[in-house]
């Protein structure tokens, strides 16, 4: 079956240590996203890719690093300097074009809690 | 700037009841595309409608059906005989045609509770 996945699904953290989410699909999209979802918000987008090797901050990048050495993955590093990283975190996929519209599809999401 | 509201921050209904999602967005842009999208318990957001904005047909799909109105820039979406199973979160979303730029505006979304 063609889908995103994201591991692990619940992630505890200490402050002040680095921790790494991770996405992975095989749906053969070019384009892969990541959002951060807090209580009784919207989706608010940290990082995005478009093509292999390339990648485009966000609204809130801040405290946070991506790699897409892949294709199919495009994983997510949560650093120390991220002051607020308690969150649910949501990637996402699309097929890339010029107009930059196509429709994302998510992965099941990332819960991350710093401790 | 480009903003997507939903007024309604949760909603309760009876199973059977109809219910609408109100979404009103704002844009520069003559071009531009419309979601919707149903985050049940579990998280994951689930893609439900996209349209374009040379596009005011309204659609129905089942039980769910959305009202594309342009002049008052809004994008609402209805589900018709609710059921325990519509119990979600949904979000409205636009997404600009914005040369170099990429852009996909969430709203806060809204929660609806459909009761048995």
């Known amino acids: 079956d063609g889908g995103i996945t994201q591991s692990p699904k619940y992630l505890f953290r200490k402050e002040g240590q680095n921790v790494t989410l991770s996405c992975e699909q095989n749906?053969?999209?070019?384009?892969m996203y990541w959002y951060r979802q807090d209580p009784g918000q919207g989706l608010r987008l940290i990082y995005y890719s478009q093509i292999v090797n390339d990648f485009q901050k966000g609204d809130i990048a801040e405290g946070y690093s991506v790699s897409r050495e892949k294709k199919e993955s495009f994983p997510l590093t949560v650093t120390s300097a991220q002051k607020n990283p308690t969150a649910f975190y949501l990637c996402a996929s699309s097929v890339f074009s010029q107009s930059n519209t196509d429709t994302q599809y998510f992965g099941p999401g990332t819960r991350l809690t710093v401790l | 700037a480009q903003k997507v509201t939903q007024a309604q921050t949760e909603i309760s209904v009876v199973e059977k009841e109809d219910v609408t999602l109100d979404c009103v967005y704002e844009t520069r842009d003559t071009t531009y595309y419309l979601f919707w999208y149903k985050q049940p318990p579990s998280g994951e957001l689930v893609f439900l409608i996209r349209?374009?904005?040379?596009?005011?047909q309204n659609e129905i799909s089942g039980r769910y059906s959305w009202n594309f109105q342009k002049s008052t820039s809004s994008f609402n979406f209805t589900i018709t005989a609710s059921q325990v199973v519509d119990s979600a979160v949904y979000f409205c979303a636009l997404s600009e045609v914005t040369s170099g730029t990429y852009k996909y505006i969430f709203g806060t979304g809204t929660r609806l509770k459909v009761l048995a």
């Open positions: 349209r374009n904005s040379f596009d005011e």
């Open positions: 749906l053969n999209h070019d384009a």
